[in-house]
């Protein structure tokens, strides 16, 4: 009685872990993008409420030199008024401020563009954000 696998059973083996470890990495890629969407989304959101909590400081200040005036934000223009996160900050971006409030934006973060034009909020992988002329909702 002879012990032990044969080439074949090696070989069916070895077929099968390879199938399994594919699709696991596939899986895996998946569940990490997913992840990474959900965190640039998230941080995006804070960055939002962080903007319409420093209008409203601003607002309050008495000597309304940072007020917030209708109109289109770089992130150096929302620097300059104050506005600071905790979470990772967009490296690009941009945000149309009307009668005190976010109207609409796109910032990038972590390979994704965040958008809103005022009714459509997008996710998208990207690299550029979204062109302001096609994008404030008037």
Same mark, same amino acid.
């Given at each position: 009685?002879?012990?032990?696998?044969?080439?074949?059973?090696?070989?069916?083996?070895?077929?099968?872990?390879?199938?399994?470890?594919?699709?696991?990495?596939?899986?895996?890629? %998946?569940?990490?993008?997913?992840?990474?969407?959900?965190?640039?989304?998230?941080?995006?959101?804070?960055?939002?409420?962080?903007?319409?909590?420093?209008?409203?400081?601003?607002?309050?200040?008495?000597?309304?030199?940072?007020?917030?005036?209708?109109?289109?934000?770089?992130?150096?223009?929302? %620097?300059?008024?104050?506005?600071?996160?905790?979470?990772?900050?967009?490296?690009?971006?941009?945000?149309?401020?009307?009668?005190?409030?976010?109207?609409?934006?796109?910032?990038?973060?972590?390979?994704?563009?965040?958008?809103?034009?005022?009714?459509?909020?997008?996710?998208?992988?990207?690299?550029?954000? %979204?062109?302001?002329?096609?994008?404030?909702?008037?």
């Amino acid at each position: 009685m002879k012990k032990g696998f044969t080439l074949l059973e090696l070989v069916v083996g070895l077929v099968i872990l390879l199938i399994v470890s594919i699709i696991a990495l596939i899986t895996l890629n %998946k569940v990490v993008d997913k992840i990474r969407r959900e965190q640039a989304d998230d941080c995006i959101d804070n960055y939002i409420f962080v903007i319409e909590k420093q209008i409203i400081i601003n607002e309050l200040n008495e000597n309304k030199i940072d007020d917030f005036k209708t109109g289109l934000y770089t992130l150096s223009d929302l %620097k300059e008024k104050g506005v600071r996160s905790k979470d990772d900050m967009p490296v690009e971006g941009w945000v149309y401020i009307s009668d005190k409030n976010v109207s609409s934006y796109s910032f990038l973060l972590n390979g994704y563009v965040i958008s809103f034009d005022g009714v459509k909020y997008t996710i998208e992988k990207s690299s550029k954000v %979204k062109d302001t002329k096609t994008t404030i909702s008037k």
